[in-house]
């Protein structure tokens, strides 16, 4: 099998450089294109990141000579990975999905809007139904397909195995996120050491919205909302990878620890697509006392899983627990390339 | 007005550093012993604290030469601020309240008992009244006044605002605290350094149970329990000082955002009564969108208050709002000082 | 005495907030003019630091009020400091001075013009005798006088006192610099979090060519150099406040550690002056293994003085110690106000 | 070939982690005992470090069911790698290799001894024939071999190649040193956040005495050590992982920074002995002008290479530069199993 061509839009940030690392020798796609703005574009990606390479590898080999592009709808390929500024994300996706790319993006731009998947592949792989009307809605010859922000997602893998079993009515998170989430060069150290800013711009209403749409059902063209209430409180700490979450929740059928525990563990609806990017077990149930930590759980399953501990009774709803996942991994650039994949399988690309 | 006579249990350590800093040119109190363990007495105070001095100030000069006494009921002094561990503050402060000092405790081994004032001024003064059935019922000469958790006293001091308005049914806490609050050495550094630690040992059953005999109403002998659920969860930051907590609140009372701030700021019930600990304002609220920061405001009213920000609508509650609180001054030493100047007033002492 | 008017020149950037917060009370100084870039100019200084003030301490009063000015000739005072950027410094400053300001200048712009005195107190206040050559020179009604870089300050204050009693002739030093020196947003908490950054634009330039100016001899109207060798080696730690340095030394002539431990403590010159600012004592000599450390010292003597510890023998040079000092306090702003002190008490304002 | 046999002792604490993680699936070595102090004997390896391990990967499956062994020589293995406290680790290494086990120890107890093989398998692989005089000149049927301290080992690699070509004469370093080199709990985070701290106990001693043994030529039964002059000033930094060392050398020939990169690279010795851990390359130097850097550089060559940047011309020595090093990979167990693989290949074991 020949590989599909596929290209990166935004390559040179901070998501941008986790999907050039993350392509490196995937099974399935080939990068033959990394499209940046236009003070890079010219360049060669090595030349274009060198000095703000911010993952802790090396710039792969693969991607050094590649010489950037423009983000205009011309580049050689057939799927193209969004990392784009949502300042200008929103006409660029729509300029490459006219002119028939497959675009996987993790622009917040689109994920709201009726005919976009808004795509966690475990949790709710059928909304990949709504691309035939965006196509036909919009006279495009390809897609927009989103992935939801990077503490969305996590929440959404842990909710999704217990809303399948119990019913979950209302759900209360508090974030304490990681720093590369923000972007480079993103929060200024000076206001980061010995702190914690409880404040991220738009964080809480993504949360707020996007999980009710991933929670949904497809129904005709469009997504039908989730009946839950959620209410988010976002924190930066200090960080560099891994975003925690504290979740409550409330259910609608009787639960213990247990059974929460073993719905966790028995999430794995995709086990058998063989997704390369699909981790062996989507939610790991941590069983120490103490954990999961960001420094010491994000790269399970290379970072592609959700980790949860904790789990216990709720004085105020019913249950609560932790959830830790990698924010720019699973939570991104991992994220959208495994939508990719899913969409593959689906026959979409 | 000659000056009372204090001493400081548990001297050494880190809330009893804070003690001896913040009793330093006390308008009311003299520090004239200083008591720890075994392996400290007989040494200068300058000696023992040499290479463990942590407040970022210096060893006051009051304190250098003083004579490190046993913990034992035969120093001089008629007051009593104890930091002692909780493994074995239980034994030596009934010793020390059976001899008749006034014992005001940061430890929390008798918080919960019955006849034991559990205390935060602003809140529930009126619960010193106990020490009366204290003292009677265990035949002492003395008696113990306890402060709370340092989590639970920040969170007390913007719950109490808001139940006296509006009613609070429930109250959710997510906390992010501080390294200092698990004194010295505490938490190892590879523990915390690029991670969250989401688990601090009896810390969220402390916050759950303290708040409702704070909250709760004083009849007869003993406090009945306020009649609200509250659930805590609890994470370590790496944050020197200031603890932060995310909360939610369920009110019986129609409220909105203007009648919380007005309850916030309107809240100053010991105005009058000049206590010289006491902040101007127990209650700042910030107006800023990214505030309160633990580096930026734990210093507020000399670390004596608590700062909440960001108050809104929660979706799934009523309202939630960040509160912060310095953990070792109003949160430790400076709340047993307070109560301590509180008793005096009342004319416990 | 009615006070001195003076001005703040980058009111609202990092060390622009240091002035404004030292100044606050200032007992011959009272500020009549906060002057900033065009974006801020004609906003009350509250508005404009507004989610911008990175000092932990509130906004002081005095300042909130503040209508912002322009950075041009024309503002009531008779003294201006500058925290301006290095870009645009010069050329105000310069017309700051032809029109009769004393100009106070914490930034790098003339520090090293022949003319223009580069000013430690303690070190070298004869240098001011420049002032007259310069207003000579240039035809200017006013003159400007300098401070040094942050980290070459407190290598002065620690040299000097070794200088005039045993003639240095190679000094080697190892800096590790807070984030605050590189302003805000300055360093970005992805490039220090977990990490050492071994490189800072300019620093090693500045403190081996300073220093000698610094230490060299008033000779007709210029400075000669001192004749000694520097070599500096600069890192960016992750530390809010408090540059360290690892120094050795080679001496001319033969010392022994308590000769060196009693040069620090013999030093200060000024002792009779009464500068508002001045620190009891310059250089403090840690007696601890393990000090100085930036959290527990960079706030002695209010930040003002540089802090010694670990004097030793050095087996490639003659003798190695550290030093610590607060780098935006006497190693920026609180240095520009002493100076301005000094300039004061010898008539020249 | 069958693997050769190992054990580990110490196994539990931070050093011993490494040893474990590092020799999963190594194809020369298979670990077949893990002992350790006899808290955690007759505990599978497995419960003896729940809560307790440090490493950012999981606990690897062939080490969790083994049962920890007591510190005795009579373990079923042919060769030792010591991961102990060097408060017991003298008299435990001794009766193993007088047992007949070949001792392979990160510990500091007998590296300076003279019939100890001090070795960092790049820079002294001669200096392994030691082993016969040892063994002849103690009567043991086994032996012991050292690495040297994390900083020095270094160091080292970095000053191997340029004393090999221009001869150092001087050679002065100041370090910035990770936590994890303090073992576990190890620096309490109170001493390290918002902080560095000058001073760690013994290590500045280490580095200047382990390096002219390392650097020195075997002569009969004894190494004489280099002849050239080492100081050392240590700190330590809020890094995880990786120590930094700023170092300044003065050469007896001519160079110029050409000469010392060129020296540098062309650096690899044992390019032909295919030891399973020799990093590719063993000092790779950065062309950034701001690296190396720990979090980003510590890991290249899986974490067995040193990372040298920044070299320029030094005004008080000759040339300086910056090092970086993985300190519990290459500076302790990566080190102790090179100079196990080493020792294979020379016919040792």
């Given at each position: 099998m ?6 990166v839009?935004g390559a ?7 999907f ?6 995937h099974p399935w796609?080939e990068?033959?294109?990394?499209a940046?703005?236009e ?12 000095g703000r ?8 080999d693969y ?8 983000c205009?709808p011309?580049?050689?390929c ?5 990392a ?7 006409r660029i ?10 675009v996987?993006?993790n ?22 139904e ?6 036909k809605g919009r006279?495009?010859k390809?897609?927009i397909?989103?992935?939801p922000?990077c ?11 217990l ?18 989430g923000?972007?480079y ?13 409880p ?21 005709g063209?469009s997504v ?8 988010a ?14 979740v ?10 247990q ?13 058998q697509?063989g ?11 941590s069983?120490?006392?103490d ?12 970072g ?7 789990v ?6 019913d249950?609560k627990?932790t959830?830790l996942?990698h ?11 495994m ?11």
């Open positions: 020949s590989k599909l061509k596929v290209g839009l040179t940030g901070m998501v941008g450089q986790r050039v690392q993350l392509l490196e020798n796609f990068v033959t294109a990394l940046a703005s003070k890079s574009a010219g360049k060669s990606y090595g030349e274009a990141v060198a390479w911010k993952v802790s590898s090396r710039v792969p991607a050094r000579k590649i010489k950037i592009s423009d205009a011309d580049i050689d057939s799927i193209v990975f969004s784009l500024d949502a300042g200008i994300a929103g996706e729509q300029s490459f999905a006219a002119e028939g790319y497959a996987s993006s622009s917040r731009n689109h994920r709201m809007e009726p005919d976009v998947p808004l795509i966690v592949p475990e949790v709710n792989s059928s909304h990949l709504l691309i035939d009307s965006q196509k006279g495009w390809g897609f397909v989103t992935n922000n503490s969305t997602i996590h929440m959404c893998l842990a909710l999704k195995p809303h399948d079993t119990f019913r979950i009515e209302k759900a209360m998170v508090t974030t304490m996120q990681a720093l590369s923000a972007g060069p993103g929060v200024a150290s000076m206001d980061i050491i010995d702190n914690v800013i404040f991220i711009s738009g964080e809480e209403e993504k949360i707020e919205t996007e999980t009710l749409k991933i929670l949904g059902s497809l129904s063209s039908e909302n989730a009946g839950l209430a959620v209410s409180s976002c924190n930066r700490v200090a960080v560099s990878d891994g975003h925690m979450e504290s409550s929740v409330k259910l609608s059928m009787k639960a213990d620890e059974g929460i525990v073993d719905a966790f563990r028995g999430f794995n609806p995709l086990r697509l997704l390369p990017s699909s981790p062996s077990q989507p939610v790991i149930v069983e120490e006392p954990r999961p930590q960001p420094r010491l759980d994000r790269n399970l399953e290379s592609m899983c959700s980790v949860v501990g904790r216990r009774k709720c004085g105020v709803l249950f627990f959830v996942g924010n720019t991994i699973r939570g991104a650039a991992g994220a959208a390339i939508n990719a994949e899913l969409m593959k399988v689906k026959g979409y690309i």
